[in-house]
Structures are given as structure tokens and as C-alpha cells.
């Protein structure tokens, strides 16, 4: 170890004359420590909520819509289909129908929309589809969700009047109505959409509602959800004017910009417990400088430089900040893993669209918060350290 090194771990890890500066020492540490792990904790449940989010949403909506914006003649002919099959990264393209209706059991009401596609493409996606086997006991009726089950109090086989809105008779004004078996009911956790959404396959839809027609409105499932952008410029350059490509994140734009905006705030209050942390840096070395006032002028009176003393306390300073920085992180591990494997704080599912805090600690954030709690250490130990070295020998000794 080098007398730099030596010096700076023994004045601060070394005896103290004074008893309660080894003690603000160590506050001071720990402080660095619960101020990491806040910080950690803090961005990795942001994280964690974002990331559950985001997958439940991707499991409700393909990847990119296609939709009409008004009646044209300009539809998508088999050649611009076939086109957008043939770019590279989509993986299933498909027609879809959709109708808002009314449904009608045990003298109960509710509204949902309903939506057509081919069986392949229903068990892609996966909130509907990842607690059912979607296959051939799926055709020829309703999927519906657990949230409007309980609502209707019906279960599964049970029978539905639906009332389809979207294309009511000019001559009487009423809606067509059809009666639909329930077929499965889902439960993705996400309680506002198990209860706006039903599903069924393409020849459900005929048979309930022929008189919807074809309204011309397609979906994309890609191999990676990161392909989203550059498919969907492939596609715009391919669609008539009359279409539009929507992706999954613009549908629902507003839940993510809600979600990054509070991003900013949380991590700007939850810094304010470093900042605390590296200010009792300063105050702490300040103390060790006082008690070993003798000692730094004895160093100076020996020929140690100006330099070397700065090079002690700014050392002290990187050294509270490497520990606290170490522990804090360990300590974020571990109720990291506490948390994953035993739920020890549960959210209410209808609220949150999760029954427990997910945390997701990303590499980026380690690193981001490691290297800048032990630079800010080390910033803030600087003042003290000029002091330090600004003492001479004389005035140093003069005490003593």
C-alpha cells in the first residue's frame, strides 16, 4: 500500500481521539449506503412497472394496426398485402373486424368492443391467450374476460345476447342481436381491459353479424417488438393514402407518457437523499482534519507536499464513497431478490395491473449511480482537502 493509501485508510479507519468522529464517520457511510440503495430501488420499481406495463399492453394489441380512414376506393389490393408480408420482420399479417356492442345476461348490461381475427393470430396474444388453449374449442363463440364474467355472472358455456351498435338498421334504428356462447374467459390482470374487450374468430363474427362487412383493418405481428419503427416506415411507404400504421405505443401513448413523466420527478427526490449524504463527506472530513491538525502539520514540517495532503482526504473522501456505494448496492440485491422471490409488498391488481412490485434492475443504472455517487464523493471531499493543505507547519504545531 502506498503512503498515500495508508494514511487515508488509517485516518479513517484508525483510532480517534475523539470517539464521535469514528462515529460520524460511519454514519456517514451508511448514509452514502441507504442513499444508493433509495436510488436503485427507486428507478428499478419504475422500471419494473414500465416493463409489466408494457408487456400487458403488447398482450392485448398487435405489434401495428392498419386502419382506414375514411371510405375510399382505394382499399388494400392482394399485391399491397402480399407486399407487406414480404417485409422482413413481420410475422403474421391479418385481417381483423371489430364492432362496439352491448351484452345482455341474467338482466344485466355492459359495453365492450368486439374483436375478429384468424384463431393463429388470437393466441398471439398472449394476455388473452396465455391461460387458454386456443385451438378448435374456441370456434364458434366468445372469449371473454374474467372482470365482465363477473359482471354478467355468467362462466364459461354460458350463453350471451349481444347487441352490435356499429351498424344499426337506417329503417328502425336498432341494433342487430345475436346470441354467443362464452367459449373461455381470460384473466389478464389488468382489470379496465378484461373488461372492454371481447374476442372470437373470423367465422363467429359472420355468423353473429354478417350485415358489419368488411372493414378493411389489418394487424401486424413482428419477430421483435424493436422492429416496430422500422416496419412500420416499410409499410407507410407501401399503404395508400386512405391508410394509416398505428403502432402498439402510440394507441396507448398517453399510459407511457404518463409513466416518463413521472420518471424525472422520482428521481430528482429521491437524489436529494445522496445530496444529503455527500454534504456529511464534507462535514465528516472537516472534523478529521481538526483532530489531526497536529498530524498534518508534523507531515508538512517533513517535506510532505501540498499535493500528497490533498491526495489524503480527496483518497478518504473516493474511500466513504466506494463503500457506501458497495453496501448500498448489496443491500438493493438483496431486497431486490426478497421482493421477486416472495412478494413482500402486494399492490392491488385492479389499480397497479400487477398483484406485486416488480423490480427491474438495469445494468445502465448500476453503473450510472456507482460511478456517479463515488465521483460526487470524491468532488466533495476536495474543499476539505484544500484546507488541509493550506495549514503550515507553524501555525499547525503552535497548539501542540
Avoid at 71 to 98: H, M, Q, T
Avoid at 177 to 206: F, H, P, Q, W
Wanted: charged share 20%; net charge neutral; glycine share 8%.
Amino acid at each position: 500500500m502506498s503512503f498515500t493509501g495508508y494514511l487515508a485508510t488509517r485516518y479513517l479507519f484508525g483510532k480517534h481521539r475523539i470517539p464521535f468522529i469514528a462515529f460520524i464517520s460511519r454514519t456517514t457511510i451508511i448514509g452514502m449506503a441507504l442513499g444508493v440503495t433509495t436510488l436503485v430501488m427507486a428507478l428499478s420499481i419504475m422500471h419494473g412497472f414500465e416493463s409489466v406495463v408494457t408487456e400487458k399492453i403488447i398482450g392485448f394489441d398487435t405489434h401495428i394496426r392498419i386502419e382506414k380512414l375514411f371510405e375510399s376506393g382505394f382499399d388494400l389490393d392482394d399485391e399491397k398485402k402480399a407486399s407487406i408480408s414480404a417485409i422482413p420482420g413481420v410475422d403474421l399479417f391479418f385481417p381483423i373486424r371489430k364492432s362496439q356492442v352491448m351484452l345482455k345476461a341474467n338482466g344485466i348490461t355492459e359495453g365492450a368492443l368486439l374483436e375478429a381475427m384468424p384463431l393463429d393470430a388470437l393466441s398471439r396474444l398472449y394476455s388473452v391467450s396465455s391461460n387458454l388453449q386456443v385451438g378448435d374449442n374456441l370456434k364458434g363463440g366468445i372469449i371473454l374476460g374474467r372482470s365482465m364474467a363477473d359482471e354478467l355472472k355468467i362462466e364459461e358455456g354460458d350463453h350471451i345476447l349481444l347487441y352490435e351498435l356499429g351498424s344499426q338498421s337506417q329503417l328502425l334504428s336498432l341494433p342487430s342481436v345475436a346470441r354467443a356462447r362464452v367459449t373461455a374467459i381470460y384473466e389478464s390482470g389488468m382489470v379496465d381491459y378484461d373488461k372492454s374487450y371481447l374476442y372470437c374468430d373470423m367465422e363467429t363474427m359472420n355468423r353473429l353479424f354478417p350485415s358489419i362487412g368488411d372493414q378493411d383493418e389489418h394487424g401486424v405481428f413482428l419477430n421483435s417488438v424493436s422492429l416496430t419503427q422500422p416496419v412500420m416506415e416499410r409499410i407507410d411507404s407501401i399503404l395508400p393514402y386512405s391508410h394509416l400504421s398505428i403502432s402498439w405505443k402510440d394507441r396507448h401513448q398517453t399510459l407511457f407518457s404518463w409513466m416518463k413523466t413521472q420518471q424525472l420527478p422520482i428521481f430528482i427526490i429521491f437524489s436529494l437523499i445522496m445530496a444529503v449524504a455527500l454534504v456529511n463527506i464534507s462535514s465528516t472530513l472537516i472534523l478529521i482534519i481538526m483532530e489531526k491538525r497536529t498530524e498534518i502539520g508534523t507531515l508538512r514540517a517533513l517535506g510532505t507536499s501540498k499535493r500528497r495532503i490533498r491526495r489524503i482526504f480527496a483518497l478518504e473522501g473516493f474511500l466513504m464513497g466506494l463503500l457506501g456505494t458497495m453496501a448500498g448496492l448489496t443491500l438493493s440485491g438483496l431486497l431486490a431478490w426478497l421482493q421477486t422471490q416472495y412478494g413482500i409488498i402486494s399492490i392491488p391488481s385492479d389499480v397497479y395491473f400487477m398483484d406485486k412490485v416488480t423490480i427491474l434492475i438495469r445494468g445502465s443504472d448500476i453503473l450510472f449511480i456507482s460511478g456517479g455517487t463515488i465521483l460526487l464523493a470524491t468532488l466533495s471531499s476536495l474543499l476539505p482537502a484544500m484546507q488541509a493543505s493550506r495549514l503550515t507547519p507553524a501555525v499547525a504545531l503552535r497548539d501542540e
